[in-house]
């Protein structure tokens, strides 16, 4: 796969009065890592599902999902608390070798850890088997819908680190789903803004900076900085998601 | 698990109350002294007879061959329809008021009508107790089906796992709990029927033999007998069941 290619007219799900998402066309080369960014509801989830090929139902075309090796990590870890964390890498490649995976998991920093039932592992070290899951598939497109929700600062930021280490070897096409710009300008190379439900996209943002960079780095917080005094029009979107559903219209 | 109380065994909290039943029972016998009421000791003599000189092994023997038998069928048949039933409403809307008619059919019924029409074989009288089953079987695992985690499900939706992989690793683990109280419930279900119908239409098992001492008034026996197979069960829990539902929930503790 050389290339995504999103074209989405409307979706609108069985049962409901309006359209989940609008109009969303945009394109990603491979290997590039994008961020979506909106306020919650807005149908970000949805979006992954049908990119995922999950959901058929949708106005228009996507260019991947079926047949191409996608993998997904939720908001949550989503590991089955009956197998044992090599049980679950296996769940998704069933023919790695025990070298293997003591060798990715000690990449992920969770060496030893192979015989371990996810329960006993904290909420960080099982977001890191749910990354490290994704990974083992050798993904042509990486889709990450929130996973770096509700951690306190050091994990996520370790977190951001295991993902830049495993993308560096597969380097797939990359959909993170936030509603952190912050962690948006951190990760990724660009940054797709879209209203509230039904969603649309209303700015396409290249992100100013490069290399590996951290939540709380003085350059994000400037580029965040630039960028809301660019387009206020944002910040009232975002800081108001919930409750002022005319900001972003 | 509940924690035994200090210095007392589990063991001997679990039979304390089978002993203090054994005692009340021995000690109104000797009171008594009447042969329709025989001691405990009387019945222990009797069983160790029946089990030295007489067919009791082969009679136990039969009936858990039957027992053994439609419990496999009644766990399998039921498990799959269950499933079938839970995931999919084409299908429950199908079979629903088949299995309220199940549900509700005496096993007396079942059993004459397999005996009348398949003949007075084995085979009849396995399909007998495994119809009386299998019903409940389906409205356990079928509520157990419907209370699967769909994120779960998507994970295997999402990374292509194969059907019968989602089905071992996925679903079932999620029907455990459901599939060991159909067992635990099955068991003791089986056993009950299983001797109505050995007692209608075989002539060994258990069932037959108590029949046999009926006629007789022979209460030591059938109290022997039945000591027998209550013996069996209590086997059967202790080593299999338990034993099984632990490793099956040891990813909890």
Request: proline share 5%; charged share 20%.
């Amino acid at each position: 796969m050389s290339e995504l290619r999103v074209d989405i007219r409307a979706k609108r799900h069985a049962g409901v009065a309006v359209d989940t998402l609008g109009e969303l066309r945009f394109a990603a080369q491979s290997g590039d890592f994008i961020a979506i960014v909106g306020p919650s509801g807005a149908g970000k989830t949805t979006l992954l599902k049908i990119i995922a090929g999950l959901d058929p139902a949708f106005d228009g075309s996507v260019s991947a999902g079926r047949g191409s090796r996608v993998g997904f990590v939720f908001q949550e870890p989503r590991l089955l608390p009956w197998l044992n964390v090599a049980d679950n890498l296996r769940l998704v490649q069933p023919d790695l070798s025990d070298a293997a995976i003591d060798d990715g998991l000690a990449r992920v920093g969770l060496a030893g850890t192979a015989r371990q039932f996810p329960l006993r592992l904290s909420g960080g070290m099982q977001r890191r088997v749910a990354l490290l899951r994704a990974f083992l598939i050798q993904p042509e497109l990486l889709l990450l819908d929130e996973p770096f929700i509700s951690l306190d600062a050091p994990t996520a930021d370790s977190l951001y680190d295991v993902l830049a280490a495993l993308r560096a070897d597969v380097m797939p096409t990359t959909l993170l789903v936030t509603h952190d710009l912050r962690e948006a300008l951190a990760l990724a190379d660009r940054v797709l803004f879209v209203s509230r439900s039904p969603a649309r996209l209303i700015l396409d943002h290249t992100v100013p900076l490069s290399g590996r960079r951290r939540r709380d780095d003085a350059a994000v917080s400037e580029a965040h900085h630039q960028l809301m005094s660019q387009h206020p029009e944002l910040l009232g979107g975002l800081a108001a998601a919930g409750s002022n559903p005319e900001a972003v219209r | 698990m509940p924690q035994a109380r200090a210095g007392l065994p589990a063991g001997v909290i679990r039979s304390g109350s089978l002993l203090v039943l054994l005692l009340i029972w021995q000690l109104v016998a000797l009171r008594v002294h009447d042969p329709l009421l025989p001691a405990p000791t009387a019945v222990l003599a009797s069983l160790f007879h029946h089990l030295t000189a007489g067919e009791l092994l082969h009679h136990l023997g039969m009936t858990l061959l039957r027992v053994l038998a439609a419990f496999v069928i009644a766990m399998t048949v039921g498990v799959a329809v269950g499933i079938w039933m839970g995931r999919s409403r084409l299908a429950n809307q199908l079979l629903d008021s088949l299995l309220v008619l199940m549900l509700n059919l005496p096993a007396l019924v079942a059993a004459i009508l397999c005996f009348i029409w398949i003949g007075l074989n084995e085979t009849a009288a396995v399909i007998a107790v495994a119809l009386n089953k299998i019903p409940t079987v389906i409205t356990n695992i079928r509520e157990g089906a419907r209370a699967l985690d769909p994120q779960l499900l998507q994970v295997g939706e999402v990374y292509r796992v194969p059907r019968l992989t989602v089905l071992r690793r996925i679903v079932l683990p999620q029907l455990y709990p459901y599939i060991m109280a159909s067992a635990r419930s099955g068991l003791a279900l089986i056993w009950k029927i299983v001797l109505v119908i050995e007692l209608l239409g075989r002539s060994d098992g258990i069932g037959f033999q108590l029949g046999t001492y009926f006629q007789f008034f022979d209460l030591t026996s059938i109290l022997a007998y039945t000591a027998a197979f209550a013996a069996v069960v209590f086997v059967i829990e202790a080593l299999l069941l338990r034993p099984l539902d632990r490793r099956l929930n040891g990813w909890r503790s």
